[in-house]
Protein backbone atom coordinates (compact mmCIF):
# COMPACT_ATOMS: atom_id res chain seq x y z
CA UNK A 1 0.00 0.00 0.00
CA UNK A 2 1.81 3.54 -0.88
CA UNK A 3 2.40 5.77 2.02
CA UNK A 4 -0.31 8.18 1.51
CA UNK A 5 -3.29 5.93 1.34
CA UNK A 6 -5.04 5.19 4.40
CA UNK A 7 -6.51 1.73 5.04
CA UNK A 8 -10.39 2.05 5.32
CA UNK A 9 -13.56 1.36 4.00
CA UNK A 10 -12.70 3.12 0.42
CA UNK A 11 -9.27 3.83 -0.94
CA UNK A 12 -8.44 7.40 0.54
CA UNK A 13 -5.98 9.80 0.55
CA UNK A 14 -5.08 12.53 2.45
CA UNK A 15 -3.33 15.30 1.24
CA UNK A 16 -2.80 19.05 1.40
CA UNK A 17 -5.95 21.46 -0.02
CA UNK A 18 -4.94 23.69 -2.80
CA UNK A 19 -6.44 26.70 -3.84
CA UNK A 20 -8.85 24.38 -6.37
CA UNK A 21 -10.12 22.59 -3.55
CA UNK A 22 -11.04 25.66 -1.85
CA UNK A 23 -15.17 25.15 -3.39
CA UNK A 24 -15.23 21.34 -1.83
CA UNK A 25 -13.89 22.28 1.40
CA UNK A 26 -16.47 24.97 1.75
CA UNK A 27 -19.39 22.45 0.81
CA UNK A 28 -17.65 20.14 3.17
CA UNK A 29 -17.89 22.62 5.94
CA UNK A 30 -21.49 24.22 4.52
CA UNK A 31 -22.91 20.34 5.08
CA UNK A 32 -21.22 19.85 8.86
CA UNK A 33 -22.67 23.26 9.70
CA UNK A 34 -26.06 22.52 8.65
CA UNK A 35 -26.15 19.05 10.37
CA UNK A 36 -24.55 20.48 13.66
CA UNK A 37 -27.18 23.22 13.32
CA UNK A 38 -30.20 21.02 13.06
CA UNK A 39 -29.24 18.81 15.86
CA UNK A 40 -29.26 22.34 18.15
CA UNK A 41 -25.47 22.41 18.31
CA UNK A 42 -24.43 26.04 18.14
CA UNK A 43 -20.40 25.02 16.98
CA UNK A 44 -20.28 26.65 12.90
CA UNK A 45 -22.30 29.26 11.70
CA UNK A 46 -25.15 27.96 9.91
CA UNK A 47 -24.06 28.64 6.13
CA UNK A 48 -20.44 27.48 6.90
CA UNK A 49 -17.45 29.70 7.13
CA UNK A 50 -17.15 32.36 4.55
CA UNK A 51 -13.74 31.82 1.73
CA UNK A 52 -11.87 34.25 3.49
CA UNK A 53 -11.86 32.18 6.75
CA UNK A 54 -10.78 28.92 4.87
CA UNK A 55 -8.54 30.88 2.13
CA UNK A 56 -5.38 31.38 4.55
CA UNK A 57 -5.53 27.88 6.12
CA UNK A 58 -5.59 26.76 2.67
CA UNK A 59 -2.73 29.23 1.34
CA UNK A 60 -0.40 28.31 4.93
CA UNK A 61 -0.47 24.74 3.71
CA UNK A 62 -2.51 23.69 6.96
CA UNK A 63 -5.92 22.34 5.72
CA UNK A 64 -6.06 18.72 4.60
CA UNK A 65 -8.47 16.98 2.62
CA UNK A 66 -9.36 13.21 2.61
CA UNK A 67 -10.47 12.09 -0.78
CA UNK A 68 -10.88 9.29 -3.48
CA UNK A 69 -9.59 11.58 -6.07
CA UNK A 70 -12.89 10.60 -7.79
CA UNK A 71 -15.62 12.15 -5.74
CA UNK A 72 -16.29 16.06 -5.83
CA UNK A 73 -16.98 16.33 -2.35
CA UNK A 74 -13.88 14.97 -0.24
CA UNK A 75 -14.81 12.34 2.94
CA UNK A 76 -13.68 14.61 5.42
CA UNK A 77 -11.21 18.20 5.98
CA UNK A 78 -9.21 19.04 8.98
CA UNK A 79 -6.48 21.93 9.45
CA UNK A 80 -3.92 21.16 11.59
CA UNK A 81 -1.42 23.98 12.84
CA UNK A 82 0.44 25.75 15.18
CA UNK A 83 -2.52 28.74 15.67
CA UNK A 84 -3.51 28.33 19.36
CA UNK A 85 -6.34 30.67 20.02
CA UNK A 86 -5.41 33.67 22.20
CA UNK A 87 -8.70 33.59 23.73
CA UNK A 88 -8.46 29.65 24.75
CA UNK A 89 -4.97 28.98 25.37
CA UNK A 90 -2.91 31.12 27.86
CA UNK A 91 0.72 31.95 28.43
CA UNK A 92 0.65 29.25 31.55
CA UNK A 93 -0.96 26.50 28.53
CA UNK A 94 2.66 26.65 26.61
CA UNK A 95 0.57 27.08 24.01
CA UNK A 96 3.84 26.56 20.94
CA UNK A 97 4.26 23.41 22.51
CA UNK A 98 0.91 22.00 20.60
CA UNK A 99 -0.67 21.49 17.29
CA UNK A 100 -4.08 22.76 17.16
CA UNK A 101 -6.95 20.87 15.26
CA UNK A 102 -9.77 22.81 13.89
CA UNK A 103 -12.83 22.61 11.11
CA UNK A 104 -12.20 18.74 11.63
CA UNK A 105 -15.60 17.90 9.04
CA UNK A 106 -16.31 14.43 8.07
CA UNK A 107 -18.86 13.73 5.30
CA UNK A 108 -22.22 12.81 6.46
CA UNK A 109 -21.44 10.20 3.28
CA UNK A 110 -18.65 8.74 5.13
CA UNK A 111 -19.58 8.99 9.25
CA UNK A 112 -19.27 6.14 11.40
CA UNK A 113 -16.50 4.39 9.25
CA UNK A 114 -14.25 5.89 11.69
CA UNK A 115 -12.63 8.85 9.76
CA UNK A 116 -12.15 11.10 12.60
CA UNK A 117 -10.24 8.86 14.51
CA UNK A 118 -7.85 7.82 11.51
CA UNK A 119 -7.26 11.49 11.27
CA UNK A 120 -6.96 12.66 15.06
CA UNK A 121 -4.30 9.60 15.00
CA UNK A 122 -2.40 10.98 12.13
CA UNK A 123 -2.94 14.20 13.79
CA UNK A 124 -1.25 13.58 17.18
CA UNK A 125 1.95 11.51 15.42
CA UNK A 126 2.05 14.69 13.26
CA UNK A 127 2.59 16.77 17.00
CA UNK A 128 4.94 14.19 17.88
CA UNK A 129 7.24 14.47 14.43
CA UNK A 130 7.28 18.46 14.89
CA UNK A 131 8.53 17.98 18.53
CA UNK A 132 5.51 18.97 19.99
CA UNK A 133 4.27 17.52 23.34
CA UNK A 134 0.33 17.87 22.90
CA UNK A 135 -2.10 17.90 20.22
CA UNK A 136 -4.91 20.14 21.03
CA UNK A 137 -8.51 21.49 19.95
CA UNK A 138 -11.83 22.70 21.41
CA UNK A 139 -15.35 22.25 20.78
CA UNK A 140 -19.20 23.48 21.70
CA UNK A 141 -19.39 24.21 25.24
CA UNK A 142 -23.26 22.57 25.44
CA UNK A 143 -21.87 19.65 22.99
CA UNK A 144 -21.63 17.13 25.67
CA UNK A 145 -21.48 13.85 22.90
CA UNK A 146 -18.23 15.46 21.15
CA UNK A 147 -16.90 16.05 24.09
CA UNK A 148 -17.04 12.27 25.56
CA UNK A 149 -16.31 11.51 21.88
CA UNK A 150 -12.57 12.86 22.59
CA UNK A 151 -12.16 11.81 25.97
CA UNK A 152 -13.19 8.33 24.40
CA UNK A 153 -9.95 8.78 21.83
CA UNK A 154 -7.29 9.59 24.68
CA UNK A 155 -8.45 13.29 24.89
CA UNK A 156 -8.13 15.13 28.53
CA UNK A 157 -10.67 18.34 29.09
CA UNK A 158 -8.16 20.86 30.40
CA UNK A 159 -11.23 23.14 30.95
CA UNK A 160 -13.84 25.15 29.40
CA UNK A 161 -14.11 28.86 28.65
CA UNK A 162 -17.04 30.39 28.96
CA UNK A 163 -17.07 33.48 26.69
CA UNK A 164 -20.54 34.83 26.20
CA UNK A 165 -19.86 35.89 21.91
CA UNK A 166 -17.98 31.93 21.43
CA UNK A 167 -20.30 29.31 21.11
CA UNK A 168 -17.28 27.05 21.27
CA UNK A 169 -14.64 26.94 24.45
CA UNK A 170 -14.20 23.24 25.89
CA UNK A 171 -10.40 22.46 25.91
CA UNK A 172 -9.08 19.30 25.26
CA UNK A 173 -5.49 17.84 24.64
CA UNK A 174 -3.87 14.53 23.98
CA UNK A 175 -0.19 13.90 24.60
CA UNK A 176 1.63 13.58 21.19
CA UNK A 177 2.25 10.29 19.59
CA UNK A 178 0.05 8.37 22.31
CA UNK A 179 -1.76 5.31 20.48
CA UNK A 180 -3.86 3.27 21.66
CA UNK A 181 -7.27 5.20 21.14
CA UNK A 182 -9.87 4.43 18.41
CA UNK A 183 -9.04 3.60 15.09
CA UNK A 184 -5.14 5.58 15.55
CA UNK A 185 -3.20 5.40 12.56
CA UNK A 186 -0.31 2.55 12.61
CA UNK A 187 2.37 5.06 12.64
CA UNK A 188 5.04 2.57 11.74
CA UNK A 189 2.95 1.74 8.53
CA UNK A 190 1.95 5.16 8.16
CA UNK A 191 5.21 7.56 9.17
CA UNK A 192 4.27 9.87 6.66
CA UNK A 193 1.08 10.00 4.98
CA UNK A 194 2.00 13.09 2.92
CA UNK A 195 5.03 14.98 2.66
CA UNK A 196 4.71 17.59 5.08
Request: charged share 25%.
Amino acid sequence: MPTNTLDLPAELTLRRATASDLPTVLTLLAEAAKWLNAAGVRQWPDGGFPAARIEPLIDQGVMYLLDDGIDPVPAATMAVDAHADPEFWSAPDRPHDALYVHKLAVSRAYSGQGLGEVLLGWAVARAARTGRRWLRLDCAKDNTRLQAYYRGLGFRHVRTVDLPHRASGALFERPAGETGYGRALDTEAHKELIQV
